[in-house]
């Protein structure tokens, strides 16, 4: 297999504002072969990013040496970026533009000759199913129609190396597995080779080759039935006790740590890696015929590579350390939905929903891009107000005491919404003031966060990597002990180790009687919920617990809630469409 980018020894430390130097990259080796599809996954700060522009000749090394597309990077760096085309975690859309005209600036800048241009339109708007919204401005396109639209301004020419920075981080799962189709096709059809970051394991596991990238450095590579191999063994299944949430049992067995490498819940039940056979063994004594063996995925490949946070510290009060066993549910409702409304002028965003949410629940609000849940989660904080119906949170009617509930909720943005020119102590000084928090008591209760969330006080909120930064805004938000919060896709774009640690937090506070209502794009975190809304289109396509929506799918074949995601919106569509 011929290499299309040798890397050796590759490294690059960043000097800081204050002179401090930080290691991005600690001497990456690597071959990614011609004609393939390569999955590039590692933890937040991992170096993929500063590897990616180094191959694209954005960024130079320190040392090491660094062949693309047979020309030596960065000395034929014009050449090499002739030749590649690279699609950035934010893509450079212009959304007064319309998709068209997103199109034709691309095409200009990339100098695509005029005759070519037809061509190369007409199959990337048919493979994007894009063709129909071509006068539409990009701003007014759904998320996923956004990524499709970038990766098509991307490939306007056809390069000879397509690089993808992380192209689905929050995008819906139907448009993730549309963007892998388009992308996959492409490569098939014109033996594209495709380097894609990825923090989603699913993606990794229908590559070519995977390359594991830890702390600067490749761990591992190959294709990704090697890969698994390597936890064959290891891997298993656990019922739960009767009347026992498996997000409880996911919690109990996440904190054998001596034991356990990774445990999350699925289609009712918890997956479980060992550490090691001898682990193994002791697992499968201690849980009986509760405990059977299972299939391997690469994801649980994955979480035994990387590791638990190599700081050792869990932002979480461990399961023996006085955590509730179980949630504290009394079956009064919390928070109120009927036949809710929401119009923007003539669209209608949601659509007559309506549910209850109890006390200590954790609910979830799933759906397309686009779908509505956004609106609807503002609507619920009180930070938009409805149309028509009747909304009460905490027990406070949103049409008249809205000031009176969010002092009763908090709330974590998907966007990192805290000041980055402050310390985090700075930062929950100033939040929990502004929640009404004084003298000793805001004093006790910024310690308390920063211990809890292990976050370093005096650093500053724009030097924290992405999964700390997800740990203050939480931190923020629980400031002043709410009863409801509200977590607006907490772990986009974080990796799935510091999604077990805040999913392990997030059970805890469910546990202790704190109701939780959150959005996510990773479908292996709708199975932590008690029950669901799916809402496509402002309307409200489904209502359940997992379970009941894993037997609702596709007549109860779908093998996990990404499948039963899936299939519940196209059957809602009538078919296999996927438009805004």
């Not at 180094?54 to 090394?61: D, E």
């Not at 761990?219 to 990704?224: E, I, K």
Request: charged share 25%; hydrophobic share 40%.
């Amino acid at each position: 297999m011929t290499a299309c980018v040798h890397a050796q020894n590759l490294r690059k430390t960043f000097r800081m504002a204050d002179g401090s130097a930080v290691q991005a990259l600690g001497g990456v080796d690597l071959k990614i072969g011609s004609g393939v599809i390569t999955a590039l996954v590692g933890a937040d700060g991992a170096g993929k990013t500063t590897f990616l522009r180094m191959i694209c000749a954005l960024m130079s090394p320190d040392s090491g040496t660094l062949s693309v597309l047979g020309e030596e990077v960065p000395a034929r760096a014009q050449s090499v970026q002739r030749r590649i085309s690279y699609m950035p975690q934010r893509f450079g859309l212009y959304e007064d533009l319309t998709v068209q005209e997103n199109l034709d600036l691309y095409a200009d800048l990339h100098g695509v000759p005029m005759p070519e241009r037809s061509r190369r339109y007409e199959k990337l708007l048919s493979m994007t199913d894009l063709t129909a919204f071509t006068a539409r401005p990009a701003g007014k396109l759904s998320g996923g129609m956004k990524q499709k639209l970038g990766l098509a301004c991307t490939l306007v020419r056809l390069p000879e190396l397509l690089v993808l920075d992380e192209p689905s981080v929050g995008v819906d799962p139907l448009s993730r597995l549309e963007l892998w189709n388009i992308v996959s096709a492409l490569s098939r059809e014109e033996h594209l080779t495709v380097l894609w970051a990825t923090s989603y394991m699913d993606e990794a596991e229908k590559a070519d080759e995977i390359a594991v990238m830890h702390e600067g450095r490749i761990l591992q590579t190959g294709r990704p039935g090697e890969l698994t191999g390597r936890v064959r063994g290891l891997t298993f299944t656990v019922e739960p006790l009767p009347g026992q949430k498996p997000r409880a049992l996911q919690a109990e067995l996440y904190d054998r740590a001596g034991l356990v490498a990774d445990a999350v819940p699925r289609v009712g039940r918890v997956s479980v890696v060992a550490r090691s056979e001898a682990a193994a063994c002791e697992l499968c004594s201690l849980y009986g015929e509760r405990i059977s063996g299972r299939e391997p995925r690469f994801e649980d490949a994955f979480m035994t590579l990387i590791g638990r946070p190599s700081d050792g510290r869990a932002m979480y009060p461990a399961s023996g350390a006085g955590a509730p066993s179980s949630s504290v549910q009394d079956g009064v409702p919390v928070i109120e939905v009927r036949d809710l409304v929401r119009r923007f002028g003539s669209f209608i965003a949601v659509n007559r929903t309506s549910f209850e949410v109890g006390r200590g629940e954790i609910f979830g609000l799933l759906g397309p891009n686009g779908a509505g849940k956004t609106t609807t989660f503002r609507m619920l904080c009180g930070l938009l107000p409805a149309s028509e119906g009747s909304l009460r949170v905490a027990g406070c009617d949103l049409r008249r005491a809205a000031a009176r509930a969010r002092g009763r909720i908090g709330y974590v943005a998907q966007k990192f919404a805290l000041y980055g020119n402050l310390s985090v102590r700075q930062n929950l000084m100033f939040f929990g003031g502004a929640y009404g928090l004084r003298g000793q008591r805001l004093r006790e209760r910024v310690q308390h966060a920063a211990s809890l969330f292990s976050l370093p006080l005096e650093e500053s909120a724009e030097r924290l990597a992405l999964g700390y930064k997800r740990r203050l805004a939480m931190a923020a938000a629980l400031l002043h002990e709410p009863e409801i919060l509200f977590l607006d896709e907490p772990t986009s774009g974080i990796d799935p180790q510091a999604r077990r640690e805040f999913w392990r937090l997030i059970t805890h506070l469910a546990a202790g009687g704190i109701t939780i209502i959150v959005t996510t794009h990773f479908m292996e975190e709708a199975e932590y919920c008690d029950r669901m809304a799916i809402q496509d289109a402002g309307r409200l396509l489904a209502l359940g617990s997992p379970r009941e929506l894993l037997e609702r799918a596709a007549g109860g074949s779908a093998r996990d809630m990404n499948e039963a995601f899936i299939e519940l919106v196209r059957d809602a569509r009538g078919g296999e469409g996927a438009h805004a």
